[in-house]
């Protein structure tokens, strides 16, 4: 969040198993960790194959899916600010495993390609710390 000088980062989990969104960790206070985001399990699936499609970063308003307009409703107070709204997606061995949301920067500025970089570095890099996790 320092770094982009966002003032909202949420990092969400997918259950597979249970066809599940939850909110892991938060800098907006609106969003308590364990919160599921409103989506069916066909939305689910849907953001799974979106990412595996376009593993990289992606603006929330540029996509016209389910998944990125409930990422974008829910909480409302989540994106009340600033420019660009992503999504950046934790990939490891072809499964995503959950994203990253990053919204409200400070002034309204939009990412620029370094950022992008920057953002999808460290999901690779969280998405692995995870794979890590589940296997210990």
Known sequence: A?????????????????????????TAAAEP?????????AGVRELQGYFIAH??????????????????????AQFARGADRLAVPLIVRGQVLGLVTIA????????????YDLLECIADHAAAALLNAQLA
């Not at 960790?33 to 399990?41: D, H, K, Q, S, T």
């Not at 603006?59 to 389910?66: V, Y």
């Not at 409200?104 to 950022?115: L, T």
């Open 55 to 76: 593993p990289r970063a992606v603006p929330l308003d540029a996509a016209s899916t389910g998944w990125a307009a409930a990422l974008c409703a829910w909480p409302p």
């Open 104 to 115: 409200d920067r400070a002034g309204g500025a939009p990412c620029g390609a370094a950022e």
């Open 33 to 41: 960790a364990g919160r599921e985001l409103p989506l069916p399990p």
């Open 2 to 26: 320092e770094t982009l000088h966002a003032l909202s980062v949420t990092v969400w989990l997918i259950d597979a198993s249970q066809g599940t969104v939850q909110c892991a960790a938060s």
